[in-house]
Every structure is written in structure tokens, then in C-alpha cells.
């Protein structure tokens, strides 16, 4: 995992706080059992533990499972540099599963690469763990659009 995190102008002092409270309405975070881990401006960490409910017919964890905590972690980490009363959607995303998802659990690592005014370019990784041991599973580039409609809230 990149422990370098590059320095980004934070817009909203209370960003983490927002964060946190706005990843507690993802009903589907819930679902997964995934928490927020770490969050810094423009880098973020969800954590989801293996679970039997999420598995695939060949007993690895969903390639859709996996595919919503990057594109969430990378979601998270781009509206950590947004003002108050801003937030981003997922465009696009494209995933690499380079690896069977099988572990104790998953880190999810949003970054971003590229913060613009209407246009969050980000880059995501999963990791499954076991024994504390990492193995990077798949890799994610993803475009998050800045909202700033009245009416949507964080």
C-alpha cells in the first residue's frame, strides 16, 4: 500500500466528519460489513471482512463486491477535497481483477491523481489480507463528477 500521500488543499475542515457520516447512509456498505478506515485529503481506506454472503459459486468473494469498496474508496477520497455542500458521482471506472479475491478481509485504498473543478481523476487498489499479509487483487482508474445540486447532501 502507498503510504505517500500527496499534499491537497482541503476545502472543508470538517471533511472527515462529513465523510464518515455520509458512508454510514451507504445501505450497501452496510450490506458488505465494510468500514471506513483511514481518511486523509484526497486518500482513503474502507475495510470489508470475508463474509459467506459475498462469495461467488467458485468461493472467492465477488468480483462485485470488491468492485463497489474501490469504486467507494475512490468516491470518499475525491470528496474529501470537496467544499461544503459538494460531492462527487462515479462517471466511470474501470477494474483489473488480477487476483481470486480470497482472505480474512479487504482494504479498499482510494487516491486521487488528478483533482479538477468539475472532473476528480482517481486511482484505486484492493488488497486481500491474511496473517496480516497483503496481496494486491485488483487495480481501479476511476472519474468522479463534482455535484454541487441543491437538494443532494452528503
Do not use: W
Amino acid at each position: 500500500m502507498t503510504k505517500d500521500v500527496p499534499h491537497f488543499s482541503v476545502k472543508d475542515p470538517d471533511y472527515e466528519a462529513r465523510g464518515r457520516r455520509s458512508f454510514a447512509n451507504q445501505t450497501l456498505m452496510t450490506t458488505l460489513g465494510a468500514a471506513l478506515g483511514d481518511v486523509q485529503p484526497g486518500h482513503v481506506e474502507i475495510v470489508m471482512p470475508f463474509a459467506p454472503q459475498i462469495l461467488q459459486q467458485h468461493g472467492f468473494v465477488h468480483a462485485g463486491a470488491i468492485s463497489a469498496i474501490v469504486d467507494t474508496a475512490c468516491g470518499f477520497a475525491a470528496m474529501t477535497l470537496m467544499p461544503k455542500g459538494a460531492g462527487v458521482l462515479t462517471t466511470e471506472f474501470k477494474i483489473n481483477l488480477m487476483s481470486p479475491a480470497k482472505g480474512e478481509r479487504f482494504i479498499a485504498v482510494g487516491r486521487v491523481i488528478r483533482p479538477g473543478n468539475k472532473l476528480i481523476i482517481t486511482l484505486g487498489e484492493c488488497f486481500a489480507e491474511t496473517d496480516g499479509k497483503r496481496k494486491l487483487i485488483a487495480l481501479m482508474t476511476a472519474s468522479m463528477m463534482v455535484m454541487d445540486t441543491p437538494g443532494i447532501v452528503d
